[in-house]
Nanobody, 120 residues
């Protein structure tokens, strides 16, 4: 089992910045993928950004150039630096992790979610 604890959400004005953190604990494999999804009210949960333990990153088009995902493998922590925030970035942000072992990925683990609200 893997536990994910997020922090860093809040209220910010358009154009502002926030940094989310997600610390993983439990059965962490050396190869894994960690990242962020978000869910706005009435909408499905969508990918924001992912980063593998080897450093490969994936971003959804709407955040590329504004958001940066990074991680500290020694701390099993993934970060999401969000700059130039827009009202449409408002959502609950969920940390996501998959462990890779024996040639297969585990089912996804999820954090409890942290609210990000972009409003003036």
């Amino acid at each position: 089992q893997v536990q994910l604890v997020e922090s860093g959400g809040g209220l910010v004005q358009p154009g502002g910045s926030l940094r989310l953190s997600c610390a993983a604990s439990g059965s962490i494999s050396s190869s894994n993928v960690m990242g962020w999804y978000r869910q706005a009210p009435g909408k499905q949960r969508d990918l924001v950004a992912l980063m593998s333990s080897g450093g490969t990153t994936t971003y959804t088009d709407s955040v590329r150039g504004r958001f940066t995902i990074s991680r500290d493998n020694a701390k099993n922590t993934v970060y999401l630096q969000m700059n130039s925030l827009k009202p449409e970035d408002t959502a609950v942000y969920y940390c996501n992790a998959k462990m890779y072992s024996g040639g297969i990925y585990s089912p996804a683990y999820w954090g409890q979610g942290t609210q990000v609200t972009v409003s003036s």
